[in-house]
């Protein structure tokens, strides 16, 4: 299950979107269960998030 701009890629056949995608004060995220069971919380940040990090892992610039 991949992001892109403003949507999520489809889930696989034996993947299932338990909640979301959904906008949150950090950006947005989704909780997924995977095979196995498992349930993982996929979160993007959102722009305003990373200024308050510091900026993007490898920028060359800090914020």
Do not use: C, F, H
Not at 19 to 28: E, F, I, K, Y
Not at 35 to 47: K, N
């Amino acid at each position: 299950m991949t992001w892109t701009s403003a949507r999520y890629v489809s889930p696989g056949p034996e993947q299932e979107i338990v909640r979301g995608p959904q906008a949150v004060p950090t950006g947005r995220n989704l909780t997924a269960k995977l095979p196995g069971g498992a349930q993982i919380e996929y979160v993007e940040w959102d722009e305003a998030q990373w200024e308050r990090a510091g900026g993007r892992p490898g920028s060359s610039t800090p914020s």
